[in-house]
T-cell receptor, first 111, second 114 residues
Framework: DAKTTQPNSMESNEEEPVHLPCNHS???????IHWYRQLPSQGPEYVIH???SNVNNRMASLAIAEDRKSSTLILHRATLRDAAVYYC????????????FGGGTRLMVKP | EAQVTQNPRYLITVTGKKLTVTCSQN?????MSWYRQDPGLGLRQIYY???????DKGDVPEGYKVSRKEKRNFPLILESPSPNQTSLYFC?????????????FGAGSRLTVL
């Protein structure tokens, strides 16, 4: 799988937007960009995914650069419950095995 | 409620005593997998299963066995546990969503091998 690079940690204030960056300069044309998050003492949780176009769902938005070499997960209004480790992962559907998780970004939300 | 259920959630055992961690999903997913999570190493895949009676090794299969006799269950078996298998284990199942496989994880099973 192509590698992703994320900052180790980020801080945000509650109720402010958060932009979590991810670089993936070696992405291939068939790689989907997935985001998962892991809250303390829980299993990872799917957040959003996309291929080329920006995506929105009830949890977040995903902005994908035109050259697809980077993407940004956007939490529109951070809450304390959004404090978690956020993983950006690339995955080609043709492969048999599943997602490979890197180190992720630990998001801290201050009240 | 759609979910992946793992048991036990916590277990302390001794070296060499066989144990099984069960995993069950109620979403009729074909694909299931096991991960282990260790500090500094992230989540690493142990085994996965594309469907009933079809299993394959992930990145770190040594010391583990799995079986997939029915769609909903995917147990992880440690025939002779060793201390280096002390870890947090996650089971996951997946389904297709908007063109990609999306995983649903269980709550985790924390295993300590003394």
């Amino acid at each position: 799988d192509a590698k992703t690079t994320q900052p180790n940690s980020m801080e945000s204030n509650e109720e402010e937007p958060v932009h979590l960056p991810c670089n993936h300069s070696t992405i291939s044309g068939t790689d989907y960009i997935h985001w998962y998050r892991q809250l303390p003492s829980q299993g990872p949780e799917y957040v959003i995914h996309g291929l080329t176009s920006n995506v929105n769902n009830r949890m977040a938005s995903l902005a994908i650069a035109e050259d697809r070499k980077s993407s940004t997960l956007i939490l529109h209004r951070a809450t304390l419950r959004d404090a978690a480790v956020y993983y950006c992962i690339l995955r080609n559907n043709n492969a048999g095995n599943m997602l490979t998780f890197g180190g992720g970004t630990r998001l801290m939300v201050k009240p | 409620e759609a979910q992946v259920t793992q048991n036990p959630r916590y277990l302390i055992t001794v070296t060499g005593k066989k144990l099984t961690v069960t995993c069950s999903q109620n979403m009729n997913h074909e694909y299931m997998s096991w991960y282990r999570q260790d500090p500094g190493l992230g989540l690493r895949q142990i085994y996965y299963s594309m469907n009933v009676e079809v299993t394959d090794k992930g990145d770190v299969p040594e010391g583990y066995k799995v079986s997939r006799k029915e769609k909903r269950n995917f147990p992880l078996i440690l025939e002779s546990p060793s201390p280096n298998q002390t870890s947090l284990y996650f089971c996951a199942s997946s389904t297709w969503l908007s063109g990609a496989n999306v995983l649903t994880f269980g709550a985790g099973s924390r295993l300590t091998v003394l």
